[in-house]
């Protein structure tokens, strides 16, 4: 009997602790939500204004997204639709990279930037260059490297990851059918 | 058990003595993984410092009443709540180094340093002592990872702090910022301490000698 | 009474090999392939490997007496470290990583583990990969015969130009950029001492003539290098001719003859150099296939060595008369 009554104070005890951790946490999260969200906000913001390049733009989630993606943004300049923008994870060679690609209405990619990588600093980080994102400007449907766009010698893999992010942003845009599909 | 708790003595044993990187070469993980250049160390070792405190303080105020055989599961519960709320202090008011650190603030949760402390320490002193070890550690930690930072992003960015101190004639050696780097760096910085501490022990026992030998001298002269 | 026995402990059998004369072997046997390079990439190849040989040589010294130890680089093997991470670089090396490189090998990798005899890893490889720190200087390999003269200690930019080894064009799809003639005598761009197969050859066959190295561990780093390769061959290429390109390009000729002979690091059986050397085979035809580089051969050494006291110990001959 007394082996019972020792096995329920030990559940007990333990049950009170994480009680009392839970409750400290919770504490935390609700001093700290609204500031957690509006810095990832900011951060969202940051990077599609960069794309965009204009300041005074509004944005807005869009629902039912295709597996690849983590979120995908109409943008707009007041009442001017200014196009797509698509947040997505690509393998990299140190990990994935935060990617995001802005897409006008025609197809045509407006802009890339990478929100956060872990590639080889001096090498693999290169392909963050605004340089070096420049070449995908303009370009459009299915992108291959050494053909439409060049890859960061040395860093192959890098390159080669923004790349296959690039092609899944425009795959998955013109999958929900809000850009037509590659020309052929 | 002693009783008697002295902080200089505690500080001295986290920061050097005692190191829990050097010496004792606990919580590898992150020492090996964040020190990448002096700020992630810096950040790394503050967030480990600020959960050490925590969690030193609530188990050795929880000690009498937490079973024996459930001790470590309710430490590493305490632990990881604790890690969750620094996780989510620094995303709220630290968001940039919180970017670059990312992965590395949840693991702290399995960081060996803060269980060792909890289990050798905080479990079987009173309240006071237990928050100053975590202080001394959680300090012998970030110090550790602050050489290691400072080492590592000299040699392998040419810069301190992200500011460039080498020149622009320095090719930085990309190595030392990358996974070998870490632990070449680590090596040489142990292999130094080691040396540091035996110099220092050879100097102790040389002093103490020569102190005995002065007393015998002394107390044969008297007899003399 | 004149003695009639002399009594002495083991060895009983003297050989006149010392570390000295295998290392001025081995430095013999490297000269025909460093001449050559002096043709292909011009005097600069010269410059470049001494620089790495007088620097390993100095820092050996300089540990040594730091760390009051007797004073040994008359044994040459520093030297032969030199030359070797010399020949490792491409003739366009600045002089400030064939400094940093030696100092690496020497310090870190061999006299901080105890000097001659007690590294677990070959130092020049490992400086090599050392100096993957730089990765545009490492791999700025000129065009075969855009000749640099000896007394430039760093290279201009525009004399830098970076060619691709024929093992970036044959990954790149490129299989009809280079022959296999070309491989074999080594008209090709590359590191230093690595390009001519057929020197290296030569060299490889003087060693195990004056018995410094013996067999297995070439004959099974190629062999196995081959038989892979056999897996492997492209569409539209010929078995025969894309085994002998596997072979000749990179530095697989002067790691499998010269680098994983290295006694220090390999095994001592003949069965353990057997496995020794398919190991670093299997290594390198998976690192060329897969891997994000584009050569392997450093790499499969250095994990093959590291891996020595395991190949030891299931390799170690039954004690006469003991248990299987």
Known sequence: MSKILQSAKIALVLTLISALIAGVVSLVNQLTYEKIEENLEADRRASITAIFGSEQLSYEPMSELPEEVTGVYTVSEGDRALGYCVNLLTGGFGGDIDLMVGVGEDGRIIGVSIVSMSETPGLGTKVGAASYLAGYIGKSGELTLGREVDGVSGATVSSKAVLAGVNTALQALSQMNLIGGEAE | MSTKYSFGKQIREGLFENNPVLVQLLGMCPTLAVTTSITNALGMGLAATAVLICSNFLISLLRKFIPKQVRIAAYIVIISGFVTAIELLMKAYFYDLYGSLGLFIPLIVVNCIILARAEAFASRNPVIPSIMDGVAMGLGFTFALVLLGAVRELLGAGTLFGFAVLGSRYQPALLFIQPPGAFLTLGLLIAAVQKIRNVMKDKKKAAKQNAQKKSENAGEEEQA | ?324
């Open chain 3, 1 to 324: 009474m004149p003695e009639l026995l002399t009594v002495c402990p083991s060895p009983h059998i003297k050989h006149p090999a010392t570390t000295t004369t295998v290392m001025r072997d081995v430095l013999i046997s490297l000269t025909p392939a460093l001449l050559w390079a002096c043709y292909v990439f011009g005097s600069r190849a010269i410059t470049v490997t001494a620089l790495c040989a007088i620097s390993c040589v100095f820092f050996e010294w300089l540990t040594q007496k730091l760390l009051h130890r007797p004073i040994t680089v008359a044994d040459l093997s520093a030297a032969v470290t030199g030359m070797l991470l010399g020949f490792n670089l491409p003739s366009t090396a600045p002089w400030w990583m064939c400094v940093a490189g030696s100092a690496f090998a020497i310090v870190l990798v061999k006299q901080m583990f105890g000097g001659i005899g007690k590294n677990f890893m070959n130092p020049a490889l490992a400086a090599r990969v050392f100096l993957f720190s730089w990765p545009t200087q490492i791999s700025a390999f000129p065009a075969p015969f855009h000749r640099l003269p000896f007394w430039q200690l760093t290279v201009k930019e525009a004399d830098a130009i970076a060619s691709a080894t024929p093992l970036a064009q044959m990954r790149g799809g490129e299989m009809d950029a280079v022959s296999p003639a070309d491989l074999f005598f080594g008209r090709v761009g590359g590191c230093i001492g690595e390009i001519s197969a057929l020197l290296l050859l030569i060299g490889g066959v003087y060693l195990l003539v004056r018995r410094v190295i013996t067999w297995h561990i070439p004959v099974a780093y190629l062999g196995t290098v081959a038989l892979l390769s056999c897996l492997a061959v492209p569409a539209g290429m010929e078995t025969a001719e894309y085994v002998l390109m596997q072979l000749c390009s990179g530095g697989l000729m002067l790691g499998a003859i010269f680098m994983a002979t290295d006694y220090v690091t390999s095994p001592i059986t003949s069965r353990g150099r057997l496995l020794f050397g398919a190991g670093c085979g299997v290594l390198t035809v998976l690192i060329r296939r897969f891997g994000g580089y584009v050569e392997g051969v450093s790499f499969s050494i250095l994990i093959m060595n590291s891996l020595v006291w395991y190949i030891e110990r299931i390799t170690r001959p039954r004690v006469f008369g003991g248990d299987r």
